[in-house]
């Protein structure tokens, strides 16, 4: 027996029912590229942002390393610890100042326990970055802090004063 919309072939098997003539019926063929084409233009800005700032704390880390050497070359060139101190402050600043990193109150930490002819002066700069323009997309708060090190090598014929 069958129903109104059903036919048996001759071997009695059922077949699908007939669609009803005159009803159109949807389809989900092409849906999944829809919403890709949509997805798609969303992905990318996320990865472009996620670019920059990436580039920017790198570039942020090597402008700070740089100051960093600056700041030891000048206080290896100086004659005593207190100079060199003063020094390697003075040219951190203006390092970070004129490459444009932007540190909330920069710390210069000056060791020159082997401040003699032939012997090195090092220093560390560290420096706090603001991120509070996207704290919300790289969870990691709105603040890092970034250290560099550097050292630079006193003259050997370099007459130094206590």
């Known amino acids: 027996m069958t129903g109104p919309h059903e036919s048996q072939d001759p071997a009695g098997s059922r ?22 084409a949509i997805a798609i233009p969303v992905l990318v ?10 580039a920017r704390g790198v ?7 740089d100051a960093a050497h600056q700041a030891a070359r000048a206080a290896s060139l100086t004659r005593n610890p207190a100079a060199a101190t003063l020094a390697a402050r003075q040219a951190a600043t ?3 100042s004129h490459a444009g ?6 710390g ?9 002819p032939g012997g090195v002066v ?17 969870a990691t708060g709105d603040q890092r802090t970034l250290t560099a090190t550097a050292s630079s090598p006193i003259d050997t014929y370099r007459a130094v004063t206590p």
């Open 15 to 36: 077949r699908p029912p007939a669609r009803p003539v005159g009803l159109a019926v949807r389809s989900d063929h092409g849906s999944v590229a829809a919403e890709v």
């Open 45 to 54: 800005a996320v990865l472009l942002l996620v670019g920059v700032l990436l």
């Open 122 to 138: 090092t220093v560390t700069i560290s420096c706090r970055l603001d991120l509070s323009y996207a704290a919300a997309l790289l």
């Open 108 to 116: 210069v930490a000056v060791d020159t326990h082997d401040f003699t």
């Open 59 to 65: 570039d942020a880390r090597l402008r700070l390393d």
């Open 94 to 96: 203006a390092a970070l």
């Open 101 to 106: 990193v932007d540190c909330a109150d920069p």
